[in-house]
């Protein structure tokens, strides 16, 4: 039983910092990748970052490169995205999705992650 749990949302002020995190347990081998979504209301899904079981492919999509970081603990069955400089626009619910199978072609493009948790907010404010 695969269970993907996000927490660490919540409001903040533009500029400020935030870090989430993501607890993945149940997998039966060491070779799963973890990526970051975010959803804003009226708007589509976004892969917004990812990485893979070693840690040495890692993706951000252009509009928080630079600002946000993603990284596994030492036991690597938990996943932090340190979100700095935070604006406006990241105002979102952000889901945190693991893929069985994480080749670099899962962590670069985002497509292939197939076990999601419930989502936490992130509030931006003015």
């Known amino acids: 039983e695969v269970q993907v749990v996000e927490s660490g949302g919540g409001l903040v002020q533009a500029g400020g910092s935030l870090t989430l995190s993501c607890a993945v347990s149940?997998?039966?081998?060491?070779?799963?990748?973890v990526g970051w979504f975010r959803q804003a209301p009226g708007k589509a899904r976004e892969y917004v970052a990812g990485?893979?079981?070693?840690?040495?492919?890692?993706y951000y999509t252009d509009s928080v490169k630079g600002r946000f970081t993603i990284s596994r603990t030492n036991a690597k069955n938990t996943v932090d995205l340190q979100m700095n400089s935070l604006k406006l626009e990241d105002t979102a619910v952000y889901y945190c999705a693991a893929a069985q199978y994480g080749p670099v072609t899962v962590t670069q493009t985002g497509n292939g992650y197939d076990y999601w948790g419930q989502g936490t907010q992130v509030t931006v404010s003015s």
């Open positions: 149940g997998f039966t081998s060491d070779d799963y990748a």
């Open positions: 990485i893979n079981w070693s840690g040495d492919s890692t």
